[in-house]
Structures are given as C-alpha cells and as structure tokens.
C-alpha cells in the first residue's frame, strides 16, 4: 500500500499541473507549499508570468478556474500579486490519513530504492579515548543510515577508525620497555570504569600514549627504538603484530560498549581501520602514477589543483606519498573510495567529518573523479558537521583545558536525567527511574544533537536538554507516552479503536494535526536528499505542538462527545503515535510506553 499512498502536497501538484496543461500552458514545477492562508499556496503563476510576459493574475485565474471542477478542494483562491490558495476538502484529508494509518509504513514510500549509500561516520582513534568530538560525526551517520535504509536504500556502515602509524610503533615500545604498566581490562580494578560502562583500558592507554610521547621527545636512544618498533609492526613483526592487534581488540570492546549505551547501530563488523587499507597503497599510487595523475614534489608525490592555492598564492599540494616512502592520509582516503566503488558498489558515498577537512575531501573527490572512480553516476559527498560548545558557547574543554571525555559527558546527562524524572515522579522505584533516567538522558543527547544542522555548532547545556517542556528529546517521548497512556486508557473504558470518518467536519486543530501527519513521507525524503537529520527532528517537534493543540480543543475521552467523533479522534492519536514512534527511531531515540 506504501507506494499507492500520496501526500496531499502531491495530490495539489498534480491537480496545479494539470490545470496548467488544460490552459495550455507550459510545463513548471506547480511550486505548491503549506501556506498560513490557507491548506497550500501555489505561486507558479508568477513564475510563469515572467517567463511569458503575462500578467501573474492573469495566468492565476486561468489556474483557478482548472481547478474549480474538483469536488476534493473546497476553496481556491487567487490572492496578491497572483497566488492560489487551495483548501482541501475534509474528507480528502482523512481518507489520506485512514491510509496511512492502515499502512505498517504510514504510507511512505521506499524511494531510495536502487541507491546503494556507503556512509563513513564516528571513527574514533584506537588507544585514546572518545571524546565529545566524536559525538556529532556519530549520531549525525546513526540518523542519516536509519533513514536512508527506510527509505529503501542498501546501506552499507563503515567505521574508518584510526589504528595505524608511527604513534602505534612508540606506544607498544614504550610498554615493552614497561611491563609493569596496567593498561588490560582485566587488570584493572572495576572502580576505574566509568559510569558509562567503558573499560578503563582504553584510558589507561590514553596516558600511558601521553608518557610515550614525552619520552620519545625527551630521549633520542628511546625516539630511535620506537622508530625500530615502527618498521617492525609495518614488516610484520609477529612480537610487535601481536601487541598491536591486543591494543586494537581492547579499543574495539571500548568503542562498542559506548555505542550500545548511546543505542547506535554500529558494530564490530563495520569497522574498517586504516590498517585495512595498508595493502591497497602501493597500487593506488601505481594506478594514479600511470594515469598521470601524480607529480613529483621535493621527492614526494603529491596532486595539485589550479583553483586552490595557500599564502602567497602558491598551490596547495594534497600528498599522497612521502618523499621516505611513507603514504599520507590522502591515500588511505582515496583507497576507501576505491574500495567503496569497485568493491562495495557503492552509489553514493557519504563522509560524516568535521568541516574543518572540507578543503581535504574536496582534494580527494577531486582526485577520485580525474583517475575514473567517480563518474556522473556516482556522487561523493562530505557532509560537514560543526563543533560542540560549551552553556557559555566557547569551545567544550574541562577545567584543565582537555577535550571532554564522551562517557563524561553522557554521565553528566544521565544524572541531570535522573534528578528531573525523580521530581516530576517520586513514586517510580528505583528501577524504573534508572530505565527512565538513561532512555531519557541519551534521548536528550541526541535531540539536542540533531535537531541543530550538522553545518552549525551548537552548545551543550544539559539543563535544558533534559527538561519536559521545549524543544527537547524528553519532551517528544513524553508525548509520546502521553498519547500511549490516552490509548491505553480507551482500551480499559470501552471507547474502543480509532476509525477515521470521511463525513465528519474537521475542528481547526484537527486539521492542522492533519496536514501535519500527511507530511512525514516529505519530511524523510528531505532529510535523504540534504543529509539533514534536524529537519526530521524540526518536524517532530512541529508534530508534538500540533497535537498538543488538538488534545487541549478537542475532547477525545473526556466529555459528552459522540462515539463516530471519539473514534476519529482516537485514530487521530494512533496516527500520531504511530507517527512520532518511528521519527524517533530514525532518530535513534527511544519511544517508551510510560514515562
């Protein structure tokens, strides 16, 4: 039933096309939006009008009088320099609404069928800790690969962590050279996990890195050794191989453990790190060579490009090998995008990284297109995301200056969470307030992530994340419940189910909550085409308001209201329940039953 169900914005196009072909005028794009004047307004008559020298309200009443014959508009009328305002009939809007709600889909169609999205998100560095930097790149990837896969794309997840290079050579050297340095899960105590749940091996590893470095460039003898230690894990050293595939394993186990607290999709098997690419360079730089692509610089190889350029207007080179025979991060990048074409067949090739790498990717597309991965048929796109600032808006540092620990900051909201569900209910035993507490907390985070566009920075203030009222996380899954308590108790009064009723004249709140819910399938193909996830979570929000509106106007089970009313009222609650539901599972935020 999903791909017969239309919006009512379409049904409006439609009928605005066909009026234009019945007066014979060319084909546009009918330009039809939600209006405040009305149901929809069209204004394509002023854009015609300019293109064949007419009079706009000319053109607008010719438009109006196409669509006068149709028993499914109510009203449509031209108004100011020559738009159409069209209301629909009540009936029109709940039949729609009937089909949506007999449809496991809500009547959204599968419309990224065919498309395959390679989308590369979170990619945090193994031994060192996640920090709030990691938090945007991974909710922004968990929202756009819930909704691209609902829509009916093949969704391939791919978590580029960061296991490779020198720094690896001067850690594990160091630890040989320290045996006694705890750093295994298994070895330290359970107090040195966090209330995350996340291993304190990976912290352990932090600072025992940290040492490594000051060592390393302090003591020439030890500097010398770590680079031994370098060439030995790149030669294949079964000692150094060893050590470094258990620091791996141990980050790796870290990593999971924050994801399955923030409730993301990512696992193990999506993981590749750049060691994974290792064996792919060598013929990168082999095929870019023959293809002229590359050119010599000091030694090194390197691809430059006429548009872009540095200080002094000299240009700026993306290097792909080192003058040493190293290989920078332009080739593991561009051996991903190989890989994600050639091997993983990808369509669409989505990276969720900081803006401030936009000049990078923009090299490394580039690249890709002139060596032939990248042709018209295949887009790669950097969808840049901002920073996390602090309440006072200044960059997200502690006290001492560090980047804030993620499991930090989840703690932080978690206990915010808790203080507030335990005031609004102190009845709930300690196990409900802990389940409601981190459904609610982790759904704060992530509202208040996504409901930013991921270009913008935003701050993170969790005393207002976490509150009941506002644009908050909290605040869509207490609807939620709210609607879910609303049904419940129909059930126990005998009111029955839901049933739209196409006779029935619609209150002003009924139809605004209406062409609300018919916007859902828009919404979600919106948020595909711009990776935009806030619009979804914008939409949300809009649909939580418009329903609290019709709640406070039109009686559902309070009140003298008759049984045919009642029931269209309460399939107007299903619906939107139903609705809010599975736009906060593509968000990624759960929609609990009681709250």
């Known amino acids: 039933m999903a791909e017969r169900v239309r919006s ?9 096309s066909a009026a234009m072909a019945g007066a014979g005028l060319v084909p546009a794009d009918p330009l039809v939006r939600r209006s405040d004047r009305a149901d929809f307004q069209s204004n394509v008559a002023l854009s015609l009008g300019k293109r064949l020298g007419r009079p706009p309200r000319e053109l607008a009443s010719e438009l109006r009088a196409g669509l006068a014959d149709l028993d499914w508009l109510t009203d449509v009328e031209v108004s100011g320099p020559g738009f159409l305002n069209i209301s629909l009939a009540d009936s029109r ?16 169609e599968p419309s990224r069928k065919g498309e395959t999205d390679v989308v590369d998100y979170s990619a945090p560095n193994v031994a060192k800790e996640m920090h709030v930097g990691h938090l945007r790149s991974t909710l922004i990837g968990d929202a756009l690969t819930r909704v691209l896969g609902f829509l009916g794309a093949t ?9 490779w290079g020198t720094q690896f050579g001067m850690l594990i050297q160091y630890l040989f050279e320290h045996p006694e340095a705890a750093w295994r899960g298994k070895d330290l105590e359970a107090g040195d996990a966090g209330e995350a749940g996340t291993a304190g091996a990976v912290s352990a590893l932090d600072a025992l890195y940290r040492t490594a470095r000051a060592e390393f460039d302090a003591d020439p003898a030890f500097k010398e050794r770590a680079q031994r230690r370098v060439v030995a894990l790149q030669s294949g050293d079964e000692e150094t191989v060893s050590a470094w595939r258990e620091i791996v ?28 690419y290792n064996p792919w360079l060598h013929d990168v730089v082999d095929e870019l060579s023959d293809k002229g692509i590359l050119q010599d610089s000091n030694g090194a190889k390197v691809v430059f490009f006429d548009d872009i350029r540095g200080p002094e207007d000299k240009p700026v080179p993306m290097l792909v090998r080192k003058s040493d025979g190293g290989f920078g991060y332009a080739a593991t990048d561009l051996a991903t995008i190989r890989h994600s074409i050639k091997d993983l067949r990808g369509t669409r090739m989505i990276y969720i990284v900081d803006a401030r790498q936009s000049q ?3 090299m490394v597309f580039r690249t890709a297109r002139r060596a032939g991965w990248l042709t018209e048929d295949l887009v790669a796109v950097h969808a840049a995301n901002g920073t996390i600032n602090g309440p006072d808006g200044r960059p997200f540092k502690t006290r001492a200056g560090d980047t804030v620990r993620l499991a930090d900051l989840l703690d932080d909201a978690l206990r915010r969470a808790r203080e507030v569900v335990a005031e609004k209910d102190p009845d709930l035993s300690p196990d409900e307030l802990d389940d409601i507490a981190h459904l609610a907390s982790v759904g704060a985070v992530k509202y208040a992530e996504l409901s930013t566009s991921r270009t913008k920075d935003y701050s993170f ?3 207002r994340m976490v509150n009941f009222n506002g644009q908050t996380g909290v605040y869509l899954q207490y609807t939620h419940t709210r609607i879910a308590s609303i049904l419940r108790k129909a059930g126990e009064t005998g009111a029955g189910r839901g049933r739209f009723a196409p006779e029935l004249a619609l209150e002003p709140a009924e139809r605004a909550l209406a062409l609300a819910l018919d916007e859902f399938g828009a919404t979600l193909d919106a948020v595909a085409e711009t990776l935009e996830p806030h619009q979804l979570a914008g939409y949300l929000y809009a649909l939580a308001r418009a329903f609290t509106a019709f709640y406070e106007s039109c009686p559902v089970l309070r009140g003298d209201v008759p049984d045919d009313v009642r029931a269209n009222r309460l399939a107007f609650c299903e619906l939107t329940r139903a609705t809010l539901a599975q736009g906060l599972h593509l968000l990624g935020i759960a929609a609990p039953e009681r709250m």
């Open 8 to 16: 009512l914005a379409g049904d409006v196009e439609a009928a605005v």
């Open 93 to 108: 809007l709940l039949d729609r609404l009937a089909e949506r709600l007999a449809d496991p889909r809500l009547g959204v």
């Open 155 to 163: 969704v391939i997840r791919q978590n580029h962590i960061g296991d």
């Open 249 to 276: 394993a141990e980050s790796e186990e870290t990593f999971q453990q924050v994801y399955r607290r923030l409730g993301v999709l990512l696992t193990q098997e999506d993981t590749k790190g750049e060691s994974f």
């Open 360 to 362: 990078h990717f923009e």
């Open 461 to 463: 203030d969790v005393d």
